[in-house]
């Protein structure tokens, strides 16, 4: 082995270099914090990783390729058996939870979550409409009544973007 070589796997060794190259395929399935690919050569692999560890912690970035979508992984023993999705080209979900604080977003349905371990933003946002609705104002006459019938339908167009919106 000449001397370059040599440097070359000595710096390999000393920094854990894996000088493996990315695979490409197709998601053919998904299972949970994993995925099953199918390789450019028609290699099916199972349990290929959709997030650095597949650990069930409360603590998490998971990104969901959609099935048929094209992916790049590697590999950290420079093998099958330990690939892991770093790229895809289409998503089905991004998932983030944080210290209690959850973010998803579904593309399978349009919407968005945002939730801690009591509250989620569309409680926050119901719970606003309800008391827009029932609205009550001191005036010199005494209370007033509930809104009026075109404050109500704006109300009411409110809560329906919500819930198009948020989960």
């Given at each position: 082995m000449d001397t370059p070589v040599k440097i070359k796997a000595l710096l390999?060794?000393?920094?854990?270099?894996n000088s493996n190259l990315p695979i490409t395929g197709k998601v053919i399935s998904i299972e949970g914090e994993s995925c099953t690919v199918q390789l450019i050569s028609g290699l099916k692999v199972s349990d290929v990783k959709l997030k650095a560890t597949i650990n069930e912690q409360d603590n998490f970035i998971l990104v969901t390729p959609k099935?048929?979508?094209?992916?790049?992984?590697?590999?950290?023993?420079?093998d099958l058996e330990n690939l892991t999705v770093?790229?895809?080209d289409q998503f089905e979900k991004m998932e983030i939870n944080q210290g209690g604080?959850?973010?998803?977003?579904?593309?399978?349905?349009?919407?968005?979550?945002?939730?801690?371990d009591s509250v989620s933003l569309k409680e926050i946002l119901s719970d606003l409409s309800e008391l827009l609705k029932n609205i009550k104002v001191f005036t010199p006459m005494g209370p007033s009544g509930n809104p009026l019938p075109?404050?109500?339908?704006?109300?009411?167009?409110?809560?329906?973007?919500?819930?198009?919106?948020l989960k």
């Open positions: 390999q060794q000393i920094v854990g270099a099935e048929g979508s094209s992916v790049i992984m590697l590999s950290s023993t420079g770093i790229k895809a604080l959850n973010i998803l977003i579904d593309s399978n349905d349009g919407k968005v979550s945002i939730k801690n075109d404050s109500i339908q704006a109300i009411v167009n409110f809560e329906t973007k919500v819930n198009q919106l």
